[in-house]
């Protein structure tokens, strides 16, 4: 128990220091790396890990898992706190594959802003969109990097059209770039008429001198000629065509401000860091079924995004990820889950530097802790001191690709359950219990999340399984405001009833034509592509049938 509980005010100025954001990208546009690159200016890490080279001893930070190692890519989404500016930044990496794209949005319902990396070679790609679409629905503000302006890629003005288009709201540069490939030199930062010198291959944050110069400057413009002339032609044209940046549409979701830079060569990630503390939002106030929550309350109140099996192999542990969104917390303090009155304590809460943990005395609205356990919390729980509430907005979506999965070995048959419970619990993949027959099914969105959690299996739970296709193709939650025509239909359809891993019935349908069938004939009954949470609130008018 709290044996003083700081007040309102004190509580107010630690959540005005708090920033708590997503990197989005599509794959390799350079997220991980810029990830890397934050948390070395921030002074978090000292080296960063080599993204590509995944034979070398190092690995990125921020990907820990044995076969993000071995592949080089994100497929789990990671959470590092750093400090920078007197302002506690609460970073969450997302995995790039779109095969692990319902991870990256329960990720983007636990942030208050979204950093958006664009590879300048590319352009917005396909999961970008999907992405962005997922933070304009939610008003996320989204602040913009252009990646990789060392290589040869699109001309900044056309990245910027495109960018706009795309976004679907106005964009405006903060920062210039001058040059490209070979040739790039820096960036202007279009407020103080600053260029920013950089030199490629630069690994080293503390002892690099001042290089910021006065784009007015003649030795500059001596030396770059008619590359910085281009460049102020072009910021001439920006500056004339495009509206000034406003904060208040920035923060509504409606306008984006635009860095250009290279993060594996540190050209404009510092830029980055000050924007987010200079403009992207505190923790704000966040809506449960019952009240709007305040995160200046006293009171205490939690939400779980995540949860991750086996950060610590050694120990087989499962860790919840919580975003405090009001109160504060205090190490041993007692907790409710709403969604069924039991109490957890909390004496091993953790803070996070993706794989390092600490123990955790205190925290505040914004922040993301991690509360280790066996099963007792679920994706979409409420925590709180008491208060009986349930957040909203934690999406669970219908798979899109199914197979059945049985052991190699029967006598690992109780392993290859309590992995699939665990890995279906922190949603690496859904898993479904038929009412007939024994055999597990599981439902994703791509092939890869099939070859991640085979490979989880087998590493982490020594059981190595077979992936056998399965007949189905589509997926729906049902419910019904009458009980009683529910059982009847879960009875009548029982071979193509599932239950999920809240116990939730799924009907399970090969062709488009049996769901528009049991539609027809039951009227009574709703088909959910959606589930918002572990409460089972279904959310029709979200889903496009």
């Known amino acids: 128990m709290m044996t003083n509980p700081p007040s ?71 959470v590092m706190q750093m400090e920078y500016r007197d302002c506690i930044i609460n970073l969450l990496d997302t995995p790039g594959h779109q095969d ?46 252009i990646n990789k302006m060392d290589r040869e890629v699109k001309r900044p003005l056309d990245l910027i059209d495109e960018i706009e288009t795309a976004l679907g ?29 950089f030199k490629a291959g630069e690994d080293r944050i503390g002892n690099q001198p001042n290089t910021s110069i006065s784009i007015h400057d003649t030795v500059l413009a001596n030396k770059l000629g008619d590359s910085l002339q281009t460049a102020l032609s072009e910021v001439e044209l920006v500056q004339g065509a495009m509206p000034s940046f406003d904060q208040a549409a920035f923060l509504a979701g409606k306008q984006s401000p635009v860095f250009f830079g290279s993060a ?85 809460a953790l803070s996070f530097l993706s794989q390092r943990r600490d123990i955790l005395d205190e925290a505040f609205p914004g922040d993301i802790i991690g509360i280790p356990n066996h099963g007792l919390l679920q994706l979409g729980d409420t925590l709180t001191e008491g208060e009986k509430l349930q957040f909203t907005g934690l999406p669970f979506f219908a798979p899109e690709i199914f197979k059945m999965v049985e ?25 479904f219990k038929p009412l007939i027959g024994g055999q597990m099914l599981l439902g994703a969105f791509g092939q ?52 999920d891993v809240v116990g939730a019935p799924v009907f399970l349908a090969a062709h488009k034509s049996e769901l528009d069938v049991a539609q027809q004939l039951w009227k009574e009954v709703e088909f959910h592509a959606l589930r918002e949470h572990a409460g089972l609130v279904f959310q029709k008018d979200l889903v496009n049938e």
């Open 264 to 348: 594996i060569n540190n050209f404009g990630v510092q830029e980055i860091l000050n924007t987010l503390v200079e403009l992207a939002p505190a923790p704000k106030s966040r809506q449960t079924l019952q009240r709007e929550v305040m995160p200046s309350e006293k009171n205490f109140s939690a939400v779980v995004f995540k949860i991750q099996a086996n950060m610590d192999p050694a120990h087989r542990d499962r860790v919840a990820f919580l975003r405090i969104c009001s109160g504060y917390f205090e190490r041993g303090m007692r907790l409710k889950i709403s969604r069924n009155g039991k109490e957890i304590r909390t004496n091993n």
């Open 100 to 145: 692990f794209s319902e991870d990256t949005y329960r990720v983007l319902t636990a942030v208050d802003s979204a950093l958006m990396v664009i590879d300048a070679a590319n352009g917005v790609e396909a999961q970008t969109k999907r992405l962005i679409e997922v933070c304009r629905a939610r008003h996320t503000p989204m602040i913009t990097f």
């Open 407 to 431: 052991t190699a070995d029967p006598l690992r048959t109780k392993q290859l359950r309590d992995g699939l419970m665990q890995l279906g619990e922190e949603g690496a993949i859904q898993v």
């Open 169 to 197: 709201m106005s964009v405006v540069p903060m920062t210039w770039p001058v040059g490209m490939g070979k040739s790039f030199a820096g960036v202007i930062d279009i407020a103080s008429s600053q260029m920013r010198l």
């Open 8 to 78: 309102n005010p004190i509580i107010q100025k630690e959540v005005s220091r708090r920033r708590s954001f997503a990197i989005i990208s599509h794959p390799d546009a350079g997220k991980t790396t810029l990830t890397e690159k934050l948390l070395l200016y921030a002074g978090a890490i000292q080296i960063a890990g080599s993204v590509k080279a995944r034979k070398a001893s190092r690995h990125a930070t921020s990907d820990w898992m044995e076969i993000e190692k071995q592949r080089g890519i994100s497929v789990a989404s990671s």
């Open 448 to 499: 890869l999340q099939f070859e991640v959690v085979a490979h989880r299996l087998k590493s982490e739970y020594n059981a190595e399984v077979r992936l056998l296709p399965a007949r189905y193709s589509i997926s729906r939650w049902v419910s019904s405001a009458n009980p009683l025509v529910l059982k009847k239909f879960i009875q009548e359809n029982s071979h193509r009833i599932s239950e």
